[in-house]
């Protein structure tokens, strides 16, 4: 199975921060890589797929990039309502696996 | 608007199957792969299976061999996903997602959830 690990596992920030979130693959996916935002309580939802293809409805303040084994997921300007767990997702292989989140909090 | 709703909360005892429902609306349900993904309480995600609703053609992760059982039922635009033999690390929180992607092998994508099922294995 492919692991994907996140970094950091939390981070505190603050309204109008850059944020930067990275997730490695424990072998090369290409570009076979989608983040999710998840809030207590919801079900996560779709950010970027494909690596840096943002979803429709989706704030252009994030953006993704990367390919091979590292991947980042950046929130230009942090708001309010971007407090959240983010996480990673290969689906370069079954089974598909997800990195084990990164929290963000004030 | 596209919607999964999922069946309510499930009690059950170790060794019970538990048969969770997806119902989606708001989209041509043969088009579309539904994935199933659980998240055990204060763990992350795990993949679990997929189901094509148009032709009833299944795959699922490894550790659910022999465990998983997805059906379709395309009269109600309906899946439904059993899993068997329960056990303690069972208990979970079960979703339903669809995939936008229309790619069976690689490059899927989770554009739509259904809210969750928790489903709780305790004697």
């Known amino acids: 199975d492919i692991q994907m690990t996140q970094s950091p596992s939390s981070l505190s920030a603050s309204v109008g921060d850059r944020v930067t979130i990275t997730c490695r693959a424990s072998?090369?996916?290409?570009?076979?890589l989608n983040w999710y935002q998840q809030k207590p309580g919801k079900a996560p939802k779709l950010l970027i797929y494909a690596a840096s293809n943002l979803q429709n409805g989706v704030s252009s303040r994030f953006s993704g990039s990367g390919s091979g084994t590292d991947f980042t997921l950046t929130i230009s300007s942090h708001q309010p309502e971007d407090f959240a767990t983010y996480y990673c997702q290969q689906t370069y292989s079954t089974p598909l696996t997800f990195g084990g989140g990164t929290k963000v909090d004030i | 608007q596209v919607q999964l709703v999922q069946s309510g909360a499930e009690v059950k005892k170790p060794g019970a199957s538990v048969k969770v429902s997806c119902k989606a609306s708001g989209y041509t349900f043969i088009n579309y792969y539904i994935h199933w993904v659980r998240q055990a309480p204060g763990q992350g995600h795990e993949w679990m299976a997929v189901i094509d609703p148009s032709r009833g053609s299944t795959a699922h992760a490894q550790n659910f061999q022999g465990r998983v059982t997805m059906t379709s039922d395309t009269s109600t635009s309906t899946v439904y996903m059993e899993l068997s033999s329960l056990r303690s690390e069972d208990t979970a929180l079960y979703y339903c997602a669809r995939d936008y992607s229309g790619s069976w092998y690689s490059g899927q994508y989770f554009d739509y959830w259904g809210q969750g099922t928790l489903v709780t294995v305790s004697s």
């Open positions: 072998q090369s996916i290409s570009r076979y």
